[in-house]
């Protein structure tokens, strides 16, 4: 049995730790709630669990459509075991309908829908905000290849696909996400979370905003939010 040893990272809402197979590491889903790259933290009770338990039940339906992810096991209410992957400091952002910063840059209307989805990329650097940036500045830095590039964008469109239609069916609307990868043998394999900390729905039928979005704009009942969309999935929280 593998064992949790030394801490590796501590983000703003999980903690990375090594363990004894030099292969593997265990993330720890903290209530640690952030926004505005880390300027707002707050401890929202049982939201740890819920996103570890939501990330774990995401993670097998991206893995089961052919996604290769770095979850290996599930093994308590807030720690999963996961593939140690070299991370690719880029994030990949799809959208499906204009909400955030795409309103704040280009003044569209909140809401409006995207056909085709839209793909962007953002740098990791809280100090710089993450700003956006492009494939050919990832290339030049040397932060990604371009194979690696297209690889990303593929499989960060896959996932819009299958997640899409995953939240369709709960009566929700996939309205944008982010995705972080990093390569372990040479692959590139899907790493970090996906929960409503880095999401946002929309329930269908009014509207109502289900993610972190709730938190950033202080509408209040975060956690019940996250809790519904959890439900509503079927993923089995207690
Ligand atoms: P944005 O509208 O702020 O650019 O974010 C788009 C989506 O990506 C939204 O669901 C939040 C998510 N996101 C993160 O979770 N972390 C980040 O650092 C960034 C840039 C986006
Ligand atoms: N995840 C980033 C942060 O915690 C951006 C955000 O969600 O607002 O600051």
């Given at each position: 049995m593998v064992q949790k040893t030394t801490e590796l990272y501590r983000g703003k809402a999980k903690t990375v730790y090594n363990t004894t197979d030099h292969n593997l590491l265990v993330l720890h889903f903290r209530n640690d709630t952030s926004a505005f790259d880390g300027e707002r933290i707050e401890q929202l009770d049982r939201k740890g669990m819920i996103n570890n338990k939501f990330n774990y039940f995401i993670m097998q339906k991206l893995q089961d459509a052919g996604i290769p992810t770095q979850v290996e096991q599930l093994l308590s209410d807030d720690e999963v075991l996961v593939k140690k992957l070299n991370m690719i400091p880029v994030e990949c952002v799809v959208r499906n309908f204009a909400a955030g910063s795409l309103v704040r840059r280009l003044g569209v209307a909140e809401g409006i829908a995207l056909t085709p989805p839209t793909f962007e990329l953002f740098l990791k650097n809280d100090a710089l905000h993450d700003p956006m940036v492009n494939e050919s500045l990832a290339v030049a830095f040397n932060w990604a290849t371009e194979d690696q590039l297209a690889k990303m964008k593929q499989l960060t469109f896959k996932a819009n696909e299958v997640l899409a239609a995953l939240f369709d069916a709960a009566?929700?609307?996939?309205?944008d996400f982010k995705l972080e990868f990093g390569v372990f043998n040479g692959e590139i394999v899907l790493g970090d979370e996906f929960s409503p900390d880095g999401c946002r729905l929309w329930?269908?039928?009014?509207?109502?905003k289900l993610d972190k979005d709730r938190f950033r704009q202080g509408l209040g009942g975060v956690v019940e939010a996250y809790e519904e969309v959890a439900n509503r999935l079927g993923v089995k929280l207690d």
């Open positions: 009566g929700m609307m996939l309205v329930d269908k039928a009014t509207r109502k």
